[in-house]
């Protein structure tokens, strides 16, 4: 269940208030709860800041001057609200955090998606001429763009890479050979699960750690034979796609015969990790089914009911 978060405060509520209008002109009919939901906060507040909401409009006071609203079917709808129709103007923090997230976005885009790089900078340029400063962004993300799509295309095509690693331990870059699995985030930073090929065993990298990338030497199925023979044996589960196959192809690795297969009925395919699988499955959401082992059945039920447990 959702927990609303309320804010206390006239200066809060006064704020909410100015967002609402323009968010109401363009959303007429909007259910209570969708609106509760989009500016996180309860069902009682949103009432309540309709009915302040209803007493507001130009001097006079009048039923001509009044903002009128209709909302005891429980389903908002506003007219003679036409002065507040534009929204607020973002203050100089909020203008800056997004320049900056613009700024992060634009070079984690795809190099060759210039249509996008444009569009960015249209929007950052909009942003910048409204603030009252001109302030010159320039961001440098922690995890290199080039490294980062050299991962992710590695994950997509199955395929091994040689990286150069820096460990703070030895205070040392090493070379090593890895078979990609997944990009995960945790605590702030970007890691990718991979099997480290020499020594033998799944492994989590830091992606800002990473040095430099080149293509590998060594297929990911001869990969994950040696793996497998040095401590590390196959487990072979059998799974179901029920929706968004794009998910199971990039994060099982699955061919597309083989997700179509498993859109009819479930397949067999070999892991290394179950807990792995079952981070795959729980962040479906659904799209992905286990019919066997039934211990990474339990795994996943055991997860979501912790999932479940937080909200309840």
């Known amino acids: 269940?959702?927990?609303?978060?309320?804010?206390?405060?006239?200066?809060?509520?006064?704020?909410?208030?100015?967002d609402l209008v323009p968010f109401l002109i363009s959303h007429q009919g909007v259910s209570l709860?969708?609106?509760?939901?989009t500016f996180d906060v309860s069902i009682s507040q949103i009432t309540n800041d309709l009915n302040t909401l209803w007493?507001?409009?130009?001097?006079?006071?009048?039923?001509?001057?009044?903002?009128?609203?209709?909302?005891?079917?429980?389903?908002?709808?506003?007219s003679n609200?036409?002065?507040l129709k534009n929204p607020r103007s973002l203050t100089s923090i909020e203008a800056l955090s997004v320049l900056i997230g613009l700024e992060l976005i634009s070079q984690s885009a795809a190099l060759e998606n210039e249509q996008m790089r444009e569009s960015i900078s249209e929007l950052s340029k909009k942003i910048a001429r409204g603030m009252s400063t001109h302030v010159p962004i320039e961001v440098l993300p922690s995890v290199d763009v080039f490294i980062r799509k050299e991962l992710e295309k590695a994950i997509s095509t199955r395929s091994s890479l040689i990286v150069d690693y820096y460990s703070p331990t030895h205070d040392a870059l090493t070379s090593r050979e890895i078979a990609p699995l997944e990009i995960i985030f945790s605590k702030g930073f970007e890691y990718v699960s991979a099997f480290n090929l020499e020594p033998h065993g799944l492994r989590l990298f830091r992606v800002?750690?990473?040095?430099s990338v080149a293509p590998g030497h060594t297929p990911v199925a001869l990969s994950l034979e040696a793996a497998s023979a040095h401590g590390a044996p196959s487990i072979e589960v059998s799974v179901l796609v029920k929706k968004d196959a794009r998910i199971a192809k990039e994060r099982l690795g699955l061919t597309v015969d083989q997700v179509t297969q498993a859109q009819l009925h479930?397949?067999?395919?070999?892991?290394?990790?179950?807990?792995?699988?079952?981070?795959?499955?729980?962040?479906?959401?659904?799209g992905i089914e286990i019919g066997e082992p039934q211990e990474l059945r339990d795994l996943v039920r055991s997860?979501?009911?912790?999932?479940?447990s937080l909200y309840s």
């Open 1 to 18: 269940m959702h927990m609303a978060r309320e804010e206390p405060g006239h200066n809060t509520q006064v704020s909410r208030l100015l």
């Open 33 to 37: 709860q969708e609106l509760a939901a």
């Open 55 to 78: 007493m507001c409009g130009l001097p006079g006071y009048t039923p001509l001057e009044l903002i009128d609203l209709d909302f005891d079917s429980g389903f908002v709808s506003i």
């Open 81 to 83: 609200a036409q002065i």
């Open 208 to 211: 800002d750690r990473i040095h």
């Open 266 to 286: 479930a397949i067999a395919i070999d892991v290394y990790s179950l807990n792995w699988v079952k981070r795959v499955v729980v962040a479906s959401a659904g």
């Open 303 to 308: 997860q979501a009911e912790t999932i479940l």
